[in-house]
């Protein structure tokens, strides 16, 4: 039988299992500990934890791995990409990032993406297979234990769609929130959609204050369905009125993503479609000159280009601000982390 991945067990769950052998539930505790604040990766470097139950324990679970094989650091901004491999050999990549208001890490969510958008490097090979929970929060783990440095902010803007793997992702929010973990608040945690509508509907039903932001980068459904193939299931339209659910749950402002690409939607009529489509909502977009990757032609805007998108935007009374790029040097930077083999 295979093991199951230990550091994917919320507390609740967590404390059943130890009563379930007969422990008393503080013993629990102890475990979230070792396991969420301590970080350890493995049942023998849990000190006050009984060999009876350690072995209990390890015939059932084991705590996945999630082991650094190469780190890249930027000279630029001093932005990490790190690479991991997880029990099956698959390899995922995350970033770390320092800023002024405290350190951020960008987690991927699945091996690779089905999504299909057009200017992502992440999806080229397709989707391999989903992260667990722990594998997720096992990213965050790694990275604070080998930088040493505590991380405060969460993006879920790595490879693969967090709502196509809704509830392992739900379930890293829940671990990674808890007040008995690295009780990161919602508050300091963003996940990035392509715009799964009922997905948004039912995170918005769990009431979890994270920052939504929407992968839309377009402002007409002919246009998204050129570059996103999602955007043949689900219209702009559904999906600004599941932002006004979202929004009406949580009282969350949302954060519309906007890769801008020249001569595909960096005009002026896009800039005046897209006010329209946003006004009125509480928002905020970020537009993001978008990243080169080889496979691809897409161009990135010049500064100037950026700004006068971006004027326009403000002219309409629209919240926006260019996303300052980290990591570009090391191909760390938005749509730019891909599948990698071994
Ligand atoms: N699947 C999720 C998470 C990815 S987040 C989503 O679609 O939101 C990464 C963000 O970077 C998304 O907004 C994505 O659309 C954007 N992106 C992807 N490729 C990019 C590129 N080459 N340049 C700039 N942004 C890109």
Redesign the pocket.
């Known amino acids: 039988m295979e093991k199951k991945d230990i550091r994917s067990i919320k507390y609740e769950a967590l404390t059943e299992i130890v009563k379930g052998y007969g422990e008393k539930a503080f013993r629990a505790n102890q475990l979230y500990d070792w396991i969420h604040v301590k970080l350890v990766e493995s049942f023998e470097e849990m000190g006050n934890i009984s060999k009876d139950l350690k072995s209990k324990l390890s015939d059932e679970y084991m705590i996945y791995p999630v082991k650094k094989v190469t780190m890249q650091e930027s000279k630029i901004d001093g932005t990490r990409k790190y690479l991991f491999s997880l029990h099956d050999d698959q390899l995922v990549e995350s970033v770390f990032m320092r800023y002024s208001h405290g350190n951020s890490v960008c987690v991927s ?1 699945q091996v690779g ?1 089905r ?1 299909g ?1 057009k ?4 999806t080229i090979d397709g989707l391999s297979r989903n992260l667990t929970a722990g594998e997720i929060l096992g990213q965050v783990y790694a990275i604070q234990r080998d930088t040493g440095e505590r991380v405060s902010n969460i ?8 709502f ?1 793997n809704f509830d392992n992702v739900t379930d890293f929010l829940d671990l990674i929130s808890h007040e008995k973990g690295l009780n990161i608040s919602g508050r300091n945690i963003t996940v ?4 799964i509508v009922p997905k948004i509907y039912e995170f918005a039903d769990m009431e979890f204050a994270a920052t939504l ?3 839309l ?1 377009a402002s007409n459904d002919e246009k998204r369905k050129e570059i ?1 193939p999602i955007a043949n299931s689900y219209s702009i339209d559904e999906i600004i009125n599941a932002c006004k659910y979202f929004f009406d749950k949580t009282g969350r402002r949302l954060t519309f ?1 906007y ?1 801008l690409i020249v001569g595909v939607n960096d005009k002026d009529e896009d800039a005046k479609e897209l006010s329209d489509i946003l006004s009125g909502l509480n928002c905020h977009v970020n537009l ?6 080889k496979e ?1 032609s ?1 161009e ?1 805007p010049s500064k100037e280009g950026a700004l006068r998108f971006k004027n326009k935007l403000e002219k309409n009374h629209i919240n926006v601000t260019i996303r300052r790029e980290m990591g570009r040097d090391i191909d760390g ?4 982390l891909r599948r990698r083999f071994l």
């Open positions: 969510s993406c999504m958008c200017f992502c490097a992440s993006v879920i803007m790595g490879s693969g769609e967090p196509d990035s959609t392509c715009g932001a929407i992968s980068h996103m993503e890769s993001i000159p978008v990243n080169p990757i691809r897409f990135s930077a938005c749509g730019q």
